[in-house]
């Protein structure tokens, strides 16, 4: 446990809805809005929040468009959230591994 | 992707500076007030927040003592505690499992 440094520990990913759509869209690549808060079941305003926060960070984008005329809220990771997740996971690997459990 | 819920992480455990003095007394078992402040680079008032909602979780006991004329805390997990960690890391290494990163 020496090394383990708790800033080593991405703070944008850390919060648990954004870890969710992190970990969603590290497999899924993208999602719509409504997928996204049933997987998460996540409230439309906690949802926009937390999403707003990974938009911030590079993490995703969010792309709005109509289909026929419903808009539809596309969230998609990006190269750099990819690259974050990774970064996050291999920090939470290092704290499983010095656990020793 | 799909079965994971971010409500398996709990979240009194999830917390960065609340993961780190878990992650520290999971293999130290206990530690002084100092130490932990040092080792999480943490200052008093967060640290002692913190470690006050881990204690009325049941997952540490936090002991007073006097060395000599020193006040002493001492922090220390419990059984609760340590089944609650390994609860936490197993969803955790289902999350990163289920990244497939």
Redesign the interface.
Known sequence: ??D????S?D?VI?G??R??VM??L???GSADFPLLKT???ATDGNLSVQLRKLEEAGYVTIGKAFVGKKPQTTVTLTAQGRKA??AY?DA??K??A????
Chains 1, 2 share one sequence.
């Open positions: 446990m020496d383990f440094n708790i800033d520990l703070d850390h648990r809805l870890l969710g970990a969603y590290s497999t899924a997987k998460l079941q997740y990774i996971l939470m690997k704290l499983i010095d656990s020793g459990l």
